[in-house]
């Protein structure tokens, strides 16, 4: 029976070539706009580190003076220097990490090569095992590297690859900004998106090429880029120097396993900022704050409004290429109410016609659906060609690909439904005795 | 025309009726905003930056070595007179950034040192003598630095220039009422202050952002070059000669020293490019939206035509009863294009209320502007006319159904 509704449905189709090819137009620009800016939502919105995100936390304190106090406000999103470390050395987490980020330039032995500066972050051992880091070759440093100060670096594939011809480099010195670096790690492909443990450097840009431990590069004066907040006195800017203490400008995460640590950790901050309220270095009342990854991502809208914007005007586009899709195939059924009373007469029940119409907007839906597909690989091949620092993520996954094919049957049938049933309710007699 | 048939006639046709309503709304509410946002980025793409901006480009030079201040600032300044020396160069100076490179150097803005709260935020430009020359930015009031004003500092000393030249927007936000000229404002968080000595015309900041909206046109360029890792070289090449000045610019510069880098990518850019990145994502939006505002319609108007259409089929036995009692081929038109003008009025009368509320929704989720009612109204206007013009051919291939037909069966 399935094969002879299709037939049906096939040769009801052909019989207005222009009205289909409006219902099949229409159905694949709605998927295609939709999925395409879906697609870019849920790449932008997605979870950085699946499976570990959940543990991870930005502890937050506020330790700025009474200048411009408003009760009530966040603290800062960064950390001074003395407050990161001590939170750092306070071990109070499963693991903790302190950074920030930089940019250092890089001299190959080789004369082939001139100079090149590369994105860096300067961070303590734990960075590695606590954000998962997937190493091609060799492994990070260790905490005791971090207080020697030790010259070790590790440096990603894409470097690797431009250094090294993507051979095994473990070992191997390193000049950076006039300092010898001996390799200990490789890194293998990893971008989390967003860039969520520094949302300062652009919410999507790719990790950077070069991890020094922090200690190393605080003490070669390396200079660091990203927000520099100060207040007061204060002062940090672009300089060689490092800020003063009235400035935030680290990034401190930390790992905690289970939610009674969390807890157990929020308390530790307060008591952490009325002990530094008593020495004198913080003026406020403890105000802490302690957001998990996705929190703090939502806490920074970190997906761009235009975004935003585009994913839901896309959704409102796909809804008229719905509804005018309905209205066609309800005027086309209609149309048809004499066939389909003669069908009713000679036996056929209700289940059936409407089983045979629905066939028939399920076929508009699939090469509607196909359409939209094709162009939404090409909508996301036009968001690459774009400058947004996103841009390169536009990639169709094999579960967007699902989904935007369930989307666009699911969306046919349920625009189906209404004339198919409206259609299926023709009474039989009415339309023989009319004509 | 008497409407009642007509009403009476549609209430056989509520599904399509209400639907092609609702399809006509929904346009409505999305094409309004759309070309609402269109002219809002259109806006933004389109104000003056203040600079000349052809025949200017911009070198980005990265030291490759650690340089002590005072080398870095000798290096500065031998570069720019290597570059003032070409033929094809008619003047360049060096700046921490410039208008619409999107990062910088911003500070809050206050008229007294004990004020706690900003008076309004500004872009830092580090000049010289040659700044404004170089920009093709007129000075408004006052005189331009002299050479013997030109300091140098790191990112990392307090800002502290006795003198400033102030962009004239600052200048209006800061003093709306009388003149800056001579007058001192606090430009960092060291008690300081600093006397403005000259007002320049319209400058845009390197600010672009939306948030930035209401500090895009302050700028305060301070007397000093700026001593770091990098620094920005904005050369003004002859008329007609920039092509030539970009290659030759970057080509004297390594002459005279190999150990900085000129990144390959963007390393050496017309202001133009830079303009052209700063607007990317507003000429990406203000293009999409008018792709989807065009399709929009384009469906719509493919709709009202294709429902008509049969419409018209399924009547042309009542069409030929009434040709045959006496009705005029003008009363027929007149009957369909009646017919689909309430259909669209009763759409465009839920559009209106749609369009309102998807507009509030931008302005209290992405923080958008309300819009003007004007956008409504020529919304109105355009689907009015498409829904007339849409139901026109069918219309007319009705009104030919002769009357004949109503003698026909089937």
């Known amino acids: 029976m399935f094969t002879y509704y299709l037939q049906l449905a096939l040769r009801s189709l052909g019989r207005n070539k222009a009205l289909t090819a409006l219902m099949v137009l229409a159905v694949a620009l709605g998927i295609g706009a939709s999925m395409t800016t879906l697609i870019v939502f849920h790449v932008l919105s997605g979870d950085p580190l699946p499976g570990r995100s959940a543990q991870l936390y930005y502890p937050q304190v506020d330790p700025r003076d009474n200048g411009g106090l408003m009760p009530g406000k966040d603290p800062p999103g960064q950390v001074t220097l003395i407050d990161g470390r001590n939170l750092l050395h306070a071990r109070h987490a499963d693991r903790q990490a302190l950074m920030t980020g930089g940019s250092v330039p890089v001299q190959p032995d080789m004369a082939a090569i001139d100079p090149f500066y590369v994105d860096a972050r300067y961070t303590s051992a734990d960075f590695f095992p606590m954000f998962a880091v997937p190493f091609r070759y060799g492994h990070g440093w260790t905490a005791a590297d971090d207080g020697a100060k030790a010259r070790q670096v590790v440096i990603g594939h894409e470097l690797n690859n431009r250094l090294f011809g993507g051979r095994d480099s473990v070992g191997r010195q390193l000049r950076l900004a006039g300092t010898s670096f001996r390799i200990v790690g490789v890194l293998d492909d990893w971008r989390p998106a967003p860039h969520f443990y520094d949302l300062n450097m652009g919410a999507y840009d790719s990790a950077e090429q070069v991890f020094l431990p922090l200690e190393t590069a605080l003490a070669l004066r390396l200079d660091h880029d990203g927000s520099t907040d100060c207040w007061g006195n204060g002062s940090g800017g672009v300089g060689t120097g490092l800020p003063s203490n009235s400035c935030v400008w680290l990034q401190f995460w930390v790992q905690l396993n289970d939610s009674a640590s969390a807890s157990a950790y929020r308390d530790f901050l307060a008591r952490y900022s009325q002990q530094q309220r008593t020495l004198g270095r913080f003026q406020r ?80 839906g699939l090469v509607g659906g196909i359409g939209g597909l094709l162009l939404a690989l ?58 | 025309m008497d409407i009642k048939p007509i009403l009476a006639a549609l209430r056989h046709h509520k599904g399509g009726t209400a639907l092609i309503a609702l399809q006509i709304a929904l346009t409505l509410a999305i094409v309004c905003n759309a070309l609402f946002i269109i002219q809002q980025r259109l806006d933004r793409v389109g104000r003056p930056s203040g600079v ?131 007058k001192t404002i606090y430009t960092s968080n060291d008690q300081s202050p600093s006397t403005v000595i000259g007002i320049t015309g319209t400058l845009q900041s390197h600010l672009t952002e939306l948030w930035a909206q209401p500090y895009a046109y302050n700028a305060v360029l301070v007397p000093a070059r700026l001593t770091g890792d990098s620094t920005f070289y904005l050369v003004r090449a002859r008329p007609g000669q920039l092509v030539d000045a970009m290659r030759q610019a970057q080509d004297a510069l390594y002459a005279q020293s190999r150990m900085r880098i000129i990144p390959a990518d963007g390393g050496v850019m017309t202001f133009a490019q830079a303009r ?130 109503a003698t026909r069966s089937v």
Not at chain 1, 308 to 315: D, P, V, Y
Not at chain 2, 98 to 109: C, E, T
């Open chain 2, 52 to 182: 000349q901006e052809s025949d200017l480009f911009v070198i980005q030079n990265d030291w490759a070595q650690k340089l002590a201040p005072a080398e870095a600032d000798a290096r500065m300044r031998a570069d720019l007179q290597t570059l003032r020396q070409l033929g094809s160069v008619q003047d360049a100076s060096a700046s921490n950034s410039f208008p619409l490179h999107g990062a910088g150097w911003d500070n809050f803005v206050r008229m007294s040192p004990d004020q706690v709260k900003m008076t309004t935020d500004s872009a830092i430009f580090f000049a010289d003598e040659h700044t404004l020359a170089t920009l093709g930015t007129r000075l408004a009031a006052g005189r331009n630095f002299r050479a013997d004003e030109i300091g140098s500092q790191t990112g990392n000393d307090p800002l502290h220039a006795r003198q400033v030249i102030i962009s004239d927007g600052l200048a209006r936000t800061l003093f709306p009422h009388g003149s800056a000229l001579g």
């Open chain 1, 285 to 364: 009342a403890p105000n802490v704050r302690l957001p998990s990854l996705m929190q703090w991502l939502d806490y920074n809208h970190v997906v761009p409004d235009d975004v935003r914007l585009q994913t839901g005007l896309a959704f409102g586009f796909l809804l008229v290429c719905l509804v005018n899709t309905v209205g066609l195939m309800l005027a086309k059924f209609m149309r048809r109410a004499g066939e389909l009373g003669v069908r009713r007469a000679l036996g056929a029940s209700r289940r059936a016609v409407f089983e045979q119409l629905l066939i028939e907007s399920g076929v508009i």
């Open chain 1, 378 to 435: 090409l909508g996301l091949w036009i968001v690459r060609q774009r400058a947004a620092s996103y841009a390169g993520l536009a990639q169709l996954d094999p579960q967007m690909l699902l989904a935007t094919f369930l989307l666009a049957i699911g969306a046919t049938l349920v625009a189906g439904l209404l004339p198919a049933w409206r259609a299926c309710q023709v009474t039989p007699a009415l339309q023989l005795k009319s004509n």
């Open chain 2, 276 to 405: 052209q990145r700063a607007y990317d994502a507003d000429y990406g939006m203000a293009i999409l939206m008018g792709i989807i505002s065009a399709v929009l319609l384009v469906i719509t108007a493919a709709g009202i035509v294709g429902l008509t259409s049969f419409w018209v089929g399924q009547r042309r036995k009542q069409i030929g009863v009434r040709r045959a009692l006496g009705a005029r081929q003008r009363d027929i038109l007149g009957y369909f294009l009646t017919e689909n003008l309430l259909i669209t009025l009763g759409g465009l009368l839920l559009g209106v209320v749609l369009a309102v509320a998807l507009n509030l929704w931008l302005v209290i989720r992405l923080g958008s502007q309300p819009m003007s009612p004007l956008y409504l109204a020529g919304g109105v206007l355009l689907l009015l006319l498409l829904g007339q013009g849409a139901v026109l051919a069918p219309a007319l291939k009705a009104s030919r159904v002769p009357p004949v037909e």
